[in-house]
Each structure stands twice: as C-alpha cells, then as structure tokens.
C-alpha cells in the first residue's frame, strides 16, 4: 500500500479498504485517519459480499479510510464494538466512534454519512 501525504500534510487515506487484525491496527487507523469506515464483515456472509463494491467504492472516492474487520477472526474486537450482526459498519471521526448502522446500506446513504464528517 502507497501512503501518500495530502497537501495541507495530513496523510492521505488509501484508495482501497485496508484489511485490520485486532485492536491495535484499528485504533492505528483510527488515529491516522480524520474519518474511518470500519466494514465488520464476514466471508460467509452474502449481505456483506454484496456491500464490498460498495465500500470499496468509497474508499476510492471519499475523505474516509476503509477498514475490513474479519469478525470471525476478531471476534474480541467485534464484541467490543457490539457487532451482533453482520455487515455492521461503524465510523470513527476524529478518533471517536461517531456512527454504527447494521445491515447493507446503499452507497448513497453511506456517501452521506461518511460526508457528514469529511466536510
């Protein structure tokens, strides 16, 4: 992954989601990052094979950082969360948790949302 630097010095978020294992690498995120979308997934999951073009779409074209969270393989992270089901996708802003929806959204509801913390 290419980390590139914005012009006012910040770091630029990547252009794809960024796979995270455990707490560590998503308060990393968290921290790098103004505004973090955190994709709580699973591989057998459909609803969430449906929304991965979706996420993968606004971490190309919004201000936010994608992160997937495999809840299989954190489950302690998700349970921290309270991730009862999924997708359940929660966004940081400014290092704090500021937005959790469940369930598959339209990119549209998502663009917004994510917006209402990049601008």
Avoid at 65 to 87: F, M, S
Avoid at 89 to 110: C, I, K, M, T
Wanted: net charge negative.
């Amino acid at each position: 992954m290419t980390v590139e630097t914005a012009s006012d010095g910040s770091t630029a978020t990547p252009d794809e989601p960024v796979h995270v294992n455990g707490q560590n690498e998503l308060d990393d995120a968290v921290t790098d990052y103004d505004v973090v979308l955190a994709d709580f997934y699973a591989d057998w999951c459909g609803p969430c094979q449906m929304l991965e073009p979706v996420v993968e779409t606004l971490a190309e074209e919004t201000d936010a950082a994608v992160a997937k969270i495999d809840v299989d393989a954190n489950q302690q992270l998700a349970g921290a969360y309270g991730v009862r089901g999924v997708p359940t996708l929660v966004l940081f802003a400014d290092g704090e948790q500021a937005e959790q929806v469940v369930g598959v959204q339209s990119e549209d509801q998502l663009r917004s949302l994510i917006e209402g913390y990049t601008e």
